[in-house]
T-cell receptor, first 116, second 115 residues
Framework: AQTVTQSQPEMSVQEAETVTLSCTYDTSESDYYLFWYKQPPSRQMILVIRQEAYKQQNATENRFSVNFQKAAKSFSLKISDSQLGDAAMYFCAYSESGGGADGLTFGKGTHLIIQP | DGGITQSPKYLFRKEGQNVTLSCEQNLNHDAMYWYRQDPGQGLRLIYYSQIVNDFQKGDIAEGYSVSREKKESFPLTVTSAQKNPTAFYLC??????????????FGEGSWLTVV
């Protein structure tokens, strides 16, 4: 079974600074998808960014970017120019087929605190 | 607006009761999912459905049941057999099952508390 590990239960960063959230995963598959979801206090899960394993180029979405290291099975999220609205739980997730068949496997999350 | 609607937002269940959480989507998505979230935990998959009239057990299906009679609806029943049902429940959907590149989108969730 696939597992996703987020080793940082909580991270804190000053507003406008850069922070990196870590994620590692375990799989024997070669084709899969990785996601970062944000869960603010409202509890709704919001997609931040996704990465296809077959793409070597790291995904970016405005201030959010990933460092995907396939051989190391590592998928970290970098948030640049942190804003107060970035404060939330962040979940790393894995899917073999982009979420279509079996859903997602989630890590336990990292609580991100933004210090003004 | 297109989206996933869950109701009720808050639900209280007495011991021994069955309760049903509603999930409706107007995104024309084929696949739908139910996840459970406990405090300090990630999400765990309860059930998923790839097509109308078909559904599969996820990692923690015991004590739960679902139906998929319509494409847009995927209700979850928490039965009395579920011994620890207090949790936050999230419904989700994706455009197509078994197709690469699909992203899963979530509803706003429902809180269930046993009283």
């Amino acid at each position: 079974a696939q597992t996703v590990t987020q080793s940082q239960p909580e991270m804190s960063v000053q507003e406008a600074e850069t922070v990196t959230l870590s994620c590692t995963y375990d799989t024997s598959e070669s084709d899969y998808y990785l996601f970062w979801y944000k869960q603010p206090p409202s509890r709704q899960m919001i997609l931040v960014i996704r990465q296809e394993a077959y793409k070597q180029q790291n995904a970016t979405e405005n201030r959010f970017s990933v460092n995907f290291q396939k051989a190391a099975k590592s998928f970290s999220l970098k948030i640049s120019d942190s804003q107060l609205g970035d404060a939330a739980m962040y979940f790393c997730a894995y899917s073999e087929s982009g979420g279509g068949a079996d859903g997602l496997t989630f890590g336990k999350g990292t609580h991100l605190i933004i210090q003004p | 607006d297109g989206g996933i609607t869950q109701s009720p937002k808050y639900l209280f269940r007495k011991e021994g009761q069955n309760v049903t959480l509603s999930c409706e989507q107007n995104l024309n998505h084929d696949a739908m999912y139910w996840y459970r979230q406990d405090p300090g935990q990630g999400l765990r998959l309860i059930y998923y459905s790839q097509i109308v009239n078909d559904f599969q057990k996820g990692d923690i299906a015991e004590g739960y049941s679902v139906s998929r009679e319509k494409k847009e609806s995927f209700p979850l029943t928490v039965t009395s057999a579920q011994k620890n049902p207090t949790a936050f429940y999230l419904c989700a959907s994706s455009i197509r099952a078994g197709s690469s590149g699909n992203t899963i989108y979530f509803g706003e969730g429902s809180w269930l508390t046993v009283v």
